[in-house]
């Protein structure tokens, strides 16, 4: 035997919701400083002018306070005004949102969503500023170079009159450089 039901729903009455946003800007930064090490083939300041010539030749750029700066990409590289450091330096920002029914939720969220953007953005940095590390090592290595050959030829010059100047490459690739002074 089977019996019928008759259920009745009244019309549904909708309550407002109300969402609190929260949202703040999470920011990182990385640095990595390597030091320059000159060769004192001329006196200390003489060596740090020549390689400052040298990166300005490249493109770097003359700060007030006596430091040179070149972008490279998302990082900055930056020679100090003493000339014995170079630091390259990234960082990184970015917006974090989140969205709940009360105010002490809607906080606790974006805590967390906090805590992951800025490991996020921290391993992004750590990631750019590897990535460049060798082409600014590189970049500083030859520029060192062509300092060192001003300086050894500026060095002989002063030793007597320079007869000759050889420039060549090693088995290994080194530079090679042989200048005749007469005495």
Do not use: C, F
């Amino acid at each position: 035997m089977s019996r019928g039901y008759r259920v009745r729903m009244g019309a549904p009455s909708w309550r407002p919701v109300t969402y609190h946003d929260a949202a703040k800007q999470v920011e990182t930064a990385d640095a990595i400083e390597m030091d320059v090490g000159v060769l004192e083939i001329l006196p200390e300041a003489e060596m740090t002018a020549l390689l400052r010539e040298e990166l300005a030749a490249a493109g770097w750029s003359k700060g007030q306070d006596g430091s040179m700066t070149r972008n490279s990409g998302a990082v900055e590289v930056t020679l100090s005004p003493d000339g014995r450091t170079v630091t390259a330096r990234a960082a990184a920002s970015r917006q974090v949102t989140s969205r709940a029914t009360s105010e002490a939720q809607a906080a606790s969220r974006l805590e967390e969503a906090g805590k992951r953007a800025e490991r996020d953005l921290a391993e992004e940095v750590a990631r750019r500023l590897g990535a460049q590390e060798g082409e600014i090592r590189g970049e500083l290595q030859a520029a060192l170079q062509k300092v060192y050959v001003q300086a050894l030829r500026q060095k002989a010059a002063s030793m007597g009159q320079i007869e000759s100047v050889h420039e060549g490459r090693g088995e290994g690739g080194e530079l090679e450089l042989t200048i005749k002074v007469r005495v």
